[in-house]
């Protein structure tokens, strides 16, 4: 059974860095898109970086230049480096591992869908 189990969520003033980190348990990470994804409070989940099979990358544009996704296939590990925060990247932060991140990177679409349970950023002051 796949499960994915995010953290590094929590506080941070406006300006600091966080690091998420996407632990995938029955499944091996780098052999198929990946995704991190966020929820603000009254909208919809929505991609905020990807990663494929191969390593292509691709960020939501509000992001670009801030925030990094990279992964560690021996720890089976998928990050998001978060720099720069402000107040609008606050929010439940999610990993994804299948058809919603296939088709965010277009990459071929699988017949599964996992979630983490999400983390919790909050950037104030």
């Known amino acids: 059974q796949v499960q994915l189990v995010e953290s590094g969520g929590g506080l941070v003033q406006p300006g600091g860095s966080l690091r998420l980190s996407c632990v995938a348990s029955g499944r091996i990470v780098g052999v198929s898109a990946m995704g991190w994804y966020r929820q603000a409070p009254g909208k919809q989940r929505e991609l905020v970086a990807g990663i494929t099979s191969t390593g292509t990358t691709k960020y939501a544009d509000y992001v670009k230049g801030r925030f990094t996704i990279s992964r560690d296939n021996r720890k089976n590990t998928v990050y998001l480096q978060m720099n720069s925060l402000n107040s609008e990247d606050t929010g439940v932060y999610y990993c994804?591992?299948?058809?919603?991140?296939?088709?965010?990177?277009?990459?071929?679409?699988?017949?599964?869908?996992?979630w983490g349970q999400g983390t919790q950023v909050t950037v104030s002051s």
């Open positions: 994804n591992d299948g058809k919603t991140s296939d088709q965010a990177m277009g990459a071929l679409i699988r017949g599964t869908d996992y």
